[in-house]
């Protein structure tokens, strides 16, 4: 079966702390409950803030470079994500219209190779 990665996209200055209530963590657990019952669900992660992210790049000459701070300069960056085994796009989209309105913001909905 095709797997997908349900990627949640925060604001770069999301904070926890502020915009996250009880009833928005019983909702992601209500979720992560139905996608463990339904047998989809194979991983799931919340990731640390953007600030604390490390970006590693290859120059030229083959020399790498390790610089603090996102590898893209958005404005919106990965909070956190799930993998799922799914049985075509469609189905990935339904988890992923779910996991927009658990987690109250934008998700991108991917196949893997």
Not at 44 to 63: H, K, N
Request: charge should be negative; proline fraction near 5%; hydrophobic fraction near 40%.
């Amino acid at each position: 079966m095709p797997r997908y990665l349900v990627a949640i996209h925060h604001p770069d200055n999301y904070d926890p702390a502020l915009l996250e209530d009880a009833a928005m963590h019983r909702d992601i657990d209500r979720l992560n409950e139905e996608m463990v019952a339904a047998g989809i669900r194979l991983f799931v992660g919340g990731l640390t803030p953007v600030g604390a992210a490390r970006s590693i790049r290859r120059q030229p000459g083959g020399e790498v470079e390790i610089a603090d701070g996102p590898y893209l300069g958005t404005h919106e960056h990965m909070g956190g994500f799930w993998v799922l085994e799914a049985a075509d796009m469609a189905e990935a989209e339904e988890w992923g219209r779910k996991a927009a309105i658990a987690c109250r913001t934008s998700v991108e909905v991917r196949e893997f190779h």
